[in-house]
């Protein structure tokens, strides 16, 4: 019996590496390039049930466009099955919402991007930032980006446990309301609304972003402010990064994963996997939770807050609030 039912893309090092085997070891990298989808491996866990399938399409990314890319993807329904429901990418950050929904569409396969798991560990990660710096998370004042989905509902009430100081922005503000409604129903949980959020930009200690455009007055953000940008995108990072390279921008989290699945050299080589290839697995775990992705740079916890948080300096020009 399967546990789960996804069609993972193996890297294409990988998959050259798994074909060159015996004589064809010596065949030229050149010789192997394709793009037609391959059945390489199932991927078990161990009690040797079958929690997902690796397949190879690319064998070199090289002087290969984006179209070329996703028309490989797309090419997977050449070997899927009605059982296979999801894709997981190992580009992921190569695409825009908008090309992961052209896949969707063409392949009738969900893509998984990771922002399920990342808003199911945001409270963890908040609760263990301030548990090493010594701060109450119940003073903060939290800012949320909303995407108007039902992801903003689930992280509102992750986090009403844990804050007082709640604001939710978004462009769709009877859905806002009507999430507010049912926190305070089910929570207790008052949740301020603001459509117009540049101008009290300066208030939040932590600013979580959900939403891939967005627009915000850069300069109404505190250097010392905390941002999470859940989107896939990360058109909110990059705008950031440009203005102000010392503000502490998390973008993922990464995960242990070896005891998911046996076949492990196929799926990863590093220590630890991105949220979007850790979503795949379903079956969350603080256990597995090992660093977050600052800058492009992994971190523990502790190292974030000791070299990234602790001891910043407000910036004078962007800081009007102290």
């Not at 997902?52 to 993807?73: P, R």
């Not at 991007?113 to 903060?140: C, M, P, Q, S």
């Not at 005891?259 to 996997?273: A, N, P, Y």
């Not at 090992?290 to 523990?300: G, I, P, R």
């Amino acid at each position: 019996m399967k546990c789960f039912d996804f069609l993972y893309v193996i890297y294409p090092k990988k998959y050259l590496k798994h074909m060159k085997k015996g004589i064809l070891k010596y065949v030229p990298d050149k010789w192997f390039k394709r793009k037609k989808p391959r059945f390489v491996t199932n991927f078990t866990d161990h009690n040797g049930v079958i929690v997902g399938k690796g397949v190879g399409i690319f064998t070199d990314y090289n002087e290969l466009t984006k179209e070329e890319y996703i028309q490989g993807i797309i090419s997977i329904n050449k070997i899927k099955s009605d059982e296979d429901k999801f894709l997981v990418l190992d580009n992921l950050y190569l695409l825009t919402v908008e090309d992961i929904n052209y896949i969707e569409n063409e392949t009738g396969l969900s893509v998984i991007d990771g922002k399920d798991a990342r808003v199911y560990f945001l409270t963890y990660v908040l609760k263990e930032i301030h548990n090493f710096l010594g701060e109450d998370l119940t003073k903060k004042e939290i800012l949320i980006i909303s995407d108007e989905s039902s992801k903003t509902y689930k992280l509102i009430l992750n986090l009403s446990k844990e804050v007082r100081f709640l604001t939710v922005t978004g462009e769709d503000e009877e859905e806002i309301k009507q999430i507010a409604e049912d926190v305070y129903n089910n929570t207790g949980l008052s949740i301020f609304f603001s459509k117009n959020i540049n101008r009290i930009l300066t208030n939040y200690n932590i600013i979580i972003n959900l939403k891939d455009n967005v627009s915000l007055d850069l300069k109404n953000i505190r250097s010392k402010t905390i941002i999470f940008d859940l989107s896939l995108e990360k058109n909110l990072s990059k705008a950031l990064e440009k203005f102000n390279s010392s503000l502490v921008i998390i973008k993922d989290f990464l995960f242990t994963y070896d005891h998911f699945i046996m076949e492990s050299e196929l799926f990863e080589d590093k220590g630890e996997i991105p949220s979007y290839k850790y979503e795949a697995f379903k079956d969350y775990n603080v256990d597995d939770f090992e660093k977050v992705v600052v800058h492009d740079k992994d971190y523990s916890i502790k190292e974030l807050v000791d070299n990234k948080i602790r001891y910043r300096i407000p910036i004078k020009g962007l800081d009007n609030k102290k």
